[in-house]
């Protein structure tokens, strides 16, 4: 059997080579890159040819230098449904998808989303249970494609 002490020794020496290893290895990786650091020279980059960037024409005073963007409003689309299950929202605005929109249900009977949307006309329809109908809350309304469908303008 081996003593306390040379199995202490024999683990001692396992744990040593272990750590010694990877060190090693770290040890190669640094010197590689350093040598390669002290073999550079920055005069050996040269661009193959000189770019020559646009004329910058000059603003006029206040005017924002970023790109112009339609400002959005959040408009609320509510209506209540007495014994719906699914609500949705079908219109201009998503290319009369009925089921990209859906309505949150607010309270017993009550469904509704807000959507942001830029100023302008819009023709919709509410989906209820895969029937589509129009906005009862809303009296504007307008023919499109044959069909009657309410209209909002957001302003």
Request: hydrophobic share 45%.
């Amino acid at each position: 059997m081996l003593e306390r002490r040379s199995f202490l020794i024999i683990i001692a020496v396992m744990a040593l080579t272990l750590v010694s290893v990877p060190s090693v290895l770290f040890h190669n990786a640094l010197t590689k890159y350093f040598t390669f650091m002290g073999h550079w020279s920055v005069a050996s980059i040269k661009p193959s040819r000189n770019a020559q960037l646009p004329p910058i024409h000059p603003r006029a005073a206040g005017q924002r230098a970023d790109l112009p963007q339609a400002e959005l409003r959040f408009v609320k689309f509510s209506v209540r449904i007495a014994n719906a299950k699914t609500v949705g929202l079908a219109g201009d605005f998503n290319k009369w998808d009925r089921d990209s929109i859906a309505l949150a249900r607010r309270e017993k009977n009550v469904w509704g989303t807000i959507l942001p949307l830029p100023p302008g006309t819009y023709h919709y329809l509410y989906n209820i249970d895969g029937q589509l109908i129009l906005d009862p809350l809303n009296p504007e309304t307008a023919m499109l494609g044959g069909r009657k469908v309410s209209v909002m303008t957001v302003k």
